[in-house]
């Protein structure tokens, strides 16, 4: 069992940075893919970034590519997501997730993921 607890969100200015942290309980950490996926009001949630167990390997949606980035701390059983230059269409709850999958099959699958946080909100005022 995993527990994900995300900090960090908040309301920034379009062109801003927000960090968000994702903290995990266990002693496994180091053998999950993490992600980061968001929900905009009324829409489906949506992949953002993923990263590989070991943090060397991450992959993003399109619309984050060059804004974001996803990072892991496997010592402190933590993933981050660096946001630049956000733009209102970033407004969303963003959750953690963990997956014992690969870190690109949890990008792709239709299927449901392991572990979640409970979100935490981003908004961006233009």
């Known amino acids: 069992q995993v527990q994900l607890v995300e900090s960090g969100g908040g309301l920034v200015q379009a062109g801003g940075s927000l960090r968000l942290s994702c903290t995990a309980s266990?002693?496994?950490?180091?053998?999950?893919?993490m992600a980061w996926f968001r929900q905009a009001p009324g829409k489906e949630r949506e992949f953002v970034a993923t990263i590989s167990w070991s943090g060397g390997s991450t992959y993003y949606a399109d619309s984050v590519k060059g804004r974001f980035t996803i990072s892991r701390d496997n010592a402190k059983n933590t993933v981050y997501l660096q946001m630049n230059s956000l733009k209102p269409e970033d407004t969303a709850v963003y959750y953690c997730?963990?997956?014992?999958?690969?870190?690109?099959?949890?990008?792709?699958?239709?299927?449901?993921?392991?572990?979640w946080g409970q979100g935490t909100q981003v908004t961006v005022s233009s």
């Open positions: 997730a963990a997956d014992s999958r690969s870190y690109t099959i949890v990008a792709i699958t239709t299927t449901p993921i392991h572990y």
């Open positions: 266990g002693r496994t950490f180091s053998s999950y893919t």
